[in-house]
Each structure stands twice: as structure tokens, then as C-alpha cells.
């Protein structure tokens, strides 16, 4: 049986907000986690489910019923089969596919939060791996977004990756990404530099808008290849980044009106829709989605910590990426 707390809410706080108010009666739990309670309906205010905006008037009775608190975030080994490109004592390369976290992240339940991810797979895989990103980051130097594909590299001690990292940070490690944008580019090789920090509303994005703390981002690209298809324009390219901001190639390419395909969270579109020749025919549209972002890392090119030598590391275009392609050329 679920736990049922009760609360009232005196009249001194009306005005405030539902989750401002709970933040106060449930002191160990976090605002972030009280929204998350509230959306998923284990809050009631009289009886009704609301928003955690809601703005009190004082006198309600509101309920939360389960759990409060979300069990500890821990990396734990687990027998997931990794791509390893290139290992050694100091270091590897893994290609990780679409759909995998790095590591442990926020989630609803224990093994949303906890398994399934590239660390959990590393700790099965390598019996040493760097400590200096702490517990729940073992190895992890850098990071792809879970529905980027492609190359990461991870290290295996804390000399190697106190000097991989000083290398990332002396822009001295060259990543190079494949991707497929909405639209033409209008030049076949351009440089945006735009600012990338926070966004104040939308706390899982990451914006270009002039906020304070926002942080230089670089990136280069140079197009591939431009299809015009009967779903569309689209544009295939190559992007080097010199900075690594979160999200950064999808945040620059929204920036520049050319969404990478498949990243609805900045504005690209849920699925493609074929256009027929005739637009007065009324008949069902041919459609086809993706269910990732197409972006891949696809080139990886920095000098061995160790040996001094440097390494360039390549991955194909996954199976699924490829199969788009083919679908919107056909």
C-alpha cells in the first residue's frame, strides 16, 4: 500500500505555488523531484489533480501519495555488449549507439536512473578505469548525447585522463560529426560561433539567447551533400567543433534555421511527410520518422597520452542512418 501524506495549507501562504509550497513541508526532497511527483499525479489539491504552478489561496488540503524519494544514483556493472575501436592500458574508444546514456541521469524508476548506460557496460567490460570524474563517471572524459551515436573516448587511469582531459581543454582533440539538417545550408562550408548556455525556461534545452554564464561554442561545418526529395530538403554534413558545449551541434544548427532531423526538442520535425505531385489529392501521405537524432561522431583524432602518438579513429554511419538515407533518396 502507497504511503498517503496529508497536508494543509495555512493562510499565510496563499499566493504561492503548489511544488513552492510542498518544497517547504517536504524538506529532504528536492523541487525538482516535487514537479516530477506532481506531473506524474501523486499530488492532489481537494481532490483534483493540478498544475505545480498552481497558485494556492490557502485553505486546501493536498495529498501526495508514494514514495518521495528517489533511491541513490549508483554505477554498477552490467554484461551490455559494447563496439570497442581501439583499446589499450591507458585508454579506449568506444562506438556507442544511439539510445544509450553515458551514465546515470534523473529517470522514474530505479533502473531508468541507473542502468543500461555506457559506464554501466564499461565497469562489466575494463577492471580499471579512471576515478577522477567520481563514482557514478568512472572513465568518462567527455560525453554524447543518448541519442547521439558515434565515438567516445574513455579512460582507463587517472594520469591518462587528467591529460586527455587537458588536452579537450586545449582544443587539441579533433571530434568530427556526421549529420542530416532540415533544409539547405546555404554555404558549403561556413563557421558559427554563438554563445551556448541554459535555457531559463526550458531547463532540458540549451539556447543561443544572450544569458550570463553563457559559454563561447565553436563549430565548422561543410556540407556533403544537398537532396531535394519528395519529403523535402535536407542537407548532409560534416561539423567540426572546437568547443564541447552540451548539445552543441544541435543548438548551433537550430540556431541557423537548419534543425538537425529527428531533434524535435530544437525544432525539427517529428516525422517526414511526403509531398504529392498533385496538391489537390486528398489521399494519406506517405510518412517516415527516424527515432533519434541524425547525428553521429564520427572521427576522433587526438595524440596518445602515453606514447605521444596520435591516433585517428573512424565509424561508419550506423544501419538505421543509413536506411533513412536510402529512404528519402528512393
Known amino acids: 500500500m502507497a504511503d498517503t501524506q496529508l497536508f494543509s495549507v495555512p493562510v499565510e501562504a496563499a499566493g504561492w ?152 581543454g586545449d582544443r587539441k582533440v579533433t571530434k568530427t560529426y556526421v549529420t542530416l539538417v532540415e533544409g539547405h545550408l546555404p554555404e558549403d562550408g561556413a563557421t558559427i560561433q554563438a554563445p551556448i548556455g541554459r535555457d531559463a525556461v526550458r531547463r532540458t534545452r540549451m539556447t543561443t539567447r544572450k544569458l550570463e554564464g553563457a559559454r563561447a561554442a565553436v563549430s565548422h561545418y561543410r556540407v556533403v551533400e544537398r537532396l531535394t526529395t519528395r519529403f523535402g530538403r535536407f542537407t548532409l554534413a560534416r561539423v567540426r567543433i572546437e568547443t564541447g558545449r552540451t ?24 516525422q517526414q511527410t511526403a509531398q504529392h505531385p498533385d496538391p489537390n489529392r486528398k489521399s494519406a501521405r506517405e510518412t517516415i520518422a527516424l527515432g533519434r537524432n541524425f547525428l553521429h561522431a564520427a572521427e576522433l583524432e587526438f595524440t596518445h597520452p602515453t606514447t605521444g602518438a596520435v591516433l585517428q579513429l573512424t565509424s561508419p554511419l550506423p544501419a538505421e542512418l543509413n536506411e533513412f538515407l536510402a529512404r528519402l533518396r528512393s
Open 247 to 270: 548539445h552543441q551541434i544541435r543548438v548551433h544548427m537550430a540556431h541557423v534555421h537548419h534543425p538537425v532531423v529527428g531533434d524535435t526538442l530544437y525544432g525539427a520535425a517529428a
Open 17 to 168: 505555488r503548489l511544488d513552492q509550497f510542498l518544497v517547504g513541508e517536504l524538506v529532504t526532497v528536492s523541487r525538482s523531484r516535487i514537479q516530477q511527483l506532481v506531473a506524474d499525479g501523486a499530488v492532489m489539491v481537494d481532490g483534483k489533480l493540478e498544475k505545480a504552478s498552481l497558485k494556492l489561496r490557502g485553505g486546501e488540503s493536498v495529498t501526495v501519495t508514494g514514495e518521495t524519494e528517489v533511491s541513490p544514483l549508483e554505477a554498477r556493472a552490467e554484461d551490455i555488449p559494447l563496439d570497442v575501436v581501439y583499446e589499450d592500458e591507458d585508454l579506449a574508444v568506444i562506438n556507442k549507439p544511439a539510445g544509450m546514456m553515458v551514465h546515470a541521469g534523473s529517470g522514474a524508476t530505479d533502473e531508468a536512473r541507473s542502468g543500461g548506460t555506457l559506464v554501466n557496460a564499461l565497469l562489466h567490460r575494463f577492471p580499471t578505469l579512471s576515478s577522477v570524474g567520481g563514482e557514478l563517471r568512472p572513465g568518462i572524459v567527455h560525453r554524447l548525447d543518448k541519442e547521439t551515436s558515434g565515438l567516445i573516448l574513455i579512460a582507463r587511469n587517472d594520469e591518462a585522463h587528467e591529460k586527455l582531459a587537458a588536452a579537450f
